[in-house]
């Protein structure tokens, strides 16, 4: 009674509304936190097996393919005119959606979340993992779009307006050069790696988060590495180009999305911290 008694008086204090617990849990991250939260999941996701990160990474690859097939399902449907691009767009974000709430493994994704923890603790076993990582999710990940790719385009999966839609969006990417797709690519790192950043703060609106940040990429017409090669390896299966037009657009899409993400994202949101003290 008395400990109750007490709970009671202190409830009923000016400013003490919620209890503490109740503050902390309806405050927002600070970047320190959010710093902490997005280095232990990088460097959970650091070690896990390669066994565990590829049948993962083939599954992010398979699953995000639900964007291409989302855009060609709205352009196969929606009539030309001048805000078409924009309503085809709003397809794209499905497959991240998917993927990332699914807790996949997505290539541009860990761009930051592996790159915090080496940047926090430099050291060659920690480089050497961050490489890892990267090479077999990135692996994973294409062999995931070329599968879902081939699938749609060899064994009549949806409709012949599907197909053309899917085409159509897909032919997007061969309208620029190798440079162009590279710094095209850089915002696209930059962005997807603000997604994995805001997601600890997100809670319960971390789809709005994924949705309205993703749709930026999609309407700012940015190279993503992984839904970009769904989209070359639908063009090779289907005739449109060849195994050196898919290397032409994917390798400086990575390489942007490598230099966006890792490169400028993750080492900024660790300055930021380092300079508060982190």
Not at 75 to 83: K, L, R, T, Y
Not at 121 to 137: C, F, M, N
Request: hydrophobic share 55%; net charge negative.
């Amino acid at each position: 009674m008395i400990e109750r008694g007490r709970a009671d008086e202190a409830g009923d204090r000016p400013g003490d509304m919620a209890g503490n617990g109740d503050v902390e849990a309806i405050k927002a991250a600070n970047a320190q936190e959010l710093h902490r939260a997005v280095r232990e999941s990088g460097a959970e996701e650091l070690e896990r097996p390669v066994s565990a990160l590829f049948w993962s990474g083939l599954a992010a690859g398979l699953a995000v393919t639900a964007s291409l097939v989302a855009e060609g399902a709205i352009a196969a449907h929606v009539p030309a005119g001048p805000s078409r691009a924009l309503i085809i767009a709003l397809g794209y974000p499905i497959g991240f959606v998917m993927v990332i709430l699914g807790r996949m493994q997505l290539f541009t994704e860990s761009t930051v979340t592996a790159m915090l923890p080496l940047v926090t603790t430099p050291s060659w076993d920690a480089l050497g993992r961050t490489l890892r990582l990267w090479a077999v999710v990135l692996c994973a990940n294409c062999i995931g779009t070329a599968m879902a790719a081939g699938a749609f385009a060899g064994m009549a999966l949806g409709d012949s307006t599907l197909d053309a839609g899917m085409i159509e969006v897909s032919m997007a990417i061969t309208h620029h050069g190798a440079i162009e797709t590279f710094f095209n690519a850089v915002p696209a790192g930059f962005l997807i790696a603000i997604v994995a950043w805001s997601l600890p703060n997100a809670r319960e609106h971390a789809l709005l988060v994924i949705f309205g940040i993703v749709y930026v990429v999609a309407i700012g017409g940015f190279s993503h590495s992984i839904v970009g090669s769904s989209e070359a390896f639908l063009l090779l299966w289907t005739g449109k180009i060849g195994i050196g037009g898919v290397l032409g657009f994917l390798v400086p899409a990575v390489l942007g999305n490598l230099l966006g993400g890792a490169g400028l994202f993750a080492v900024l949101a660790h300055g930021q911290v380092q300079e508060d003290g982190e």
